[in-house]
């Protein structure tokens, strides 16, 4: 499975574990930069996951900023996309048997490598759950149409 991955330099550090984090795990994972952390603007790394994913070059986008807040929101302007500011596995898991979020916001620094780990393993392995949750997910498609 491919994954891309972004970062602005609040998230660098972070980004750069998680990405090695995954590619032990099997992925295949895009590093869609920065290469180093001199300050950048998380919007321009945001749009380049969300569209990857957006394009279906992979099937989902982990970026990483200060909060994760900026990332989602950005990234939440393509079309199709639907990012998820995640602080914990629980909602890692309900946001993809929920929402079918197919990109993970996380904070590079309020939340720690570990628990961002546990949360990736949460969103990745996590199906959506169908059923009641597709119309309303549906509902959010006809938002954007
Ligand atoms: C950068 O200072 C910070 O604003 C950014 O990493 C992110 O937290 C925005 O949402």
């Known amino acids: 499975m491919r994954i891309s991955i972004a970062s602005d330099h609040a998230g660098f550090e972070q980004k750069q574990?998680?990405?090695q984090y995954l590619r032990d795990k099997g992925?295949?994972?895009?590093d869609l930069g920065p290469e180093n952390d001199d300050r950048v603007?998380?919007?321009?790394?945001a749009e380049a996951v969300a569209r990857s994913v957006a394009d279906d070059?992979?099937?989902?986008?982990?970026?990483?900023?200060?909060?994760?807040?900026?990332?989602?929101?950005a990234a939440n302007k393509v079309h199709g996309i639907r990012a998820a500011n995640v602080i914990n596995p629980?909602?890692?898991?309900?946001?993809?048997?929920h929402n079918d979020a197919n990109v993970?916001?996380?904070?590079?620094?309020f939340i720690d490598i570990e628990t961002n780990k546990l949360?990736?393993?949460?969103?990745?392995?996590?199906?959506?759950?169908?059923?009641?949750?597709?119309g309303r997910v549906q509902k959010i498609n006809c938002i954007e149409s």
């Open 104 to 109: 993970v916001a996380l904070s590079g620094r």
């Open 17 to 19: 574990q998680l990405t």
């Open 41 to 45: 603007d998380y919007p321009d790394f």
């Open 27 to 30: 992925y295949d994972v895009a």
């Open 119 to 134: 949360i990736l393993d949460a969103f990745l392995n996590t199906q959506f759950g169908e059923g009641r949750h597709a």
């Open 57 to 73: 070059s992979s099937r989902f986008g982990v970026l990483v900023c200060g909060t994760g807040i900026g990332m989602a929101i």
């Open 90 to 97: 629980q909602f890692a898991e309900l946001a993809r048997e």
